[in-house]
Antibody, heavy 118, light 109 residues
Framework: EEQLVESGGGLVQPGGSLRLSCTAS????????MNWVRQAPGKGLEWLSF????????VYADSVKGRFTISRDNAKNSLYLQLNSLRDEDTAVYYC???????????WGQGTLVTVSS | QAVVTQEPSLTVSPGGTVTLTCGSS?????????PYWLQQKPGQAPRTLIY???NKHSWTPARFSGSLLGGKAALTLSGAQPEDEADYYC?????????FGGGTKLTVL
């Protein structure tokens, strides 16, 4: 059975950093493009970043460019999102989603909650 | 950055038909925006129903269909079921960057 499991969320102070992970199983991780998407409490979805299977293409939303960094380790079947200079408005559930063929958001993880608060 | 617009809320009767739309601040939505439609129920992760305007995944109920309509992307639900009550999000691609709409809360009543 295919799974995407996010981890690394938690409570962090404004200005702090956090590294989120998304561990994949049940499919060939290295072949698939991946995305990070977040959802603030009671709000809509916001796309954050895309990375291709070989990491040769990386794209960020303007809202996080320069603060967040996406990466992956295909040997560990893992996707990462480094969050720096965190602000209150970064409080959200962070989801990873994988592509399959021409569908960029084929399957979603259950999310990990990041809370930025002093 | 482009703004993607959706109806904030819609209501459909059980068995009825409803169309949700997805517009772009940059002009007409075309197939080059690769429109997606996602469903999200309370407390759950999103689930992709439609990709590339009208393509369905294996889990997408046949009563959902995607299209382009009047310069917008559209999701039509024909024969609404109580379990279709959820938030629906569209997303559009702008030269590789992705923008989500604000979502439509669909009530089946």
């Amino acid at each position: 059975e295919e799974q995407l499991v996010e981890s690394g969320g938690g409570l962090v102070q404004p200005g702090g950093s956090l590294r989120l992970s998304c561990t994949a199983s049940g499919f060939t991780f290295s072949s698939q493009n991946m995305n990070w998407v977040r959802q603030a409490p009671g709000k809509g979805l916001e796309w954050l970043s895309f990375i291709s299977g070989s990491s040769d293409v990386i794209v960020y939303a303007d809202s996080v460019k320069g603060r967040f960094t996406i990466s992956r380790d295909n040997a560990k079947n893992s996707l990462y999102l480094q969050l720096n200079s965190l602000r209150d408005e970064d409080t959200a559930v962070y989801y990873c989603a994988r592509g399959e063929g021409s569908s960029w958001f084929y399957h979603w993880g259950q999310g990990t909650l990041v809370t930025v608060s002093s | 950055q482009a703004v993607v617009t959706q109806e904030p809320s819609l209501t459909v009767s059980p068995g009825g038909t409803v169309t949700l739309t997805c517009g772009s601040s940059t002009g007409a939505v075309t197939s080059s925006h690769y429109p997606y439609w996602l469903q999200q129920k309370p407390g759950q992760a999103p689930r992709t129903l439609i990709y590339d305007t009208s393509n369905k995944h294996s889990w997408t109920p046949a009563r959902f269909s995607g299209s382009l309509l009047g310069g917008k992307a559209a999701l039509t639900l024909s024969g609404a079921q109580p379990e279709d009550e959820a938030d629906y999000y569209c997303l559009l691609s702008y030269s590789g960057a992705v923008v989500f709409g604000g979502g439509t809360k669909l009530t089946v009543l």
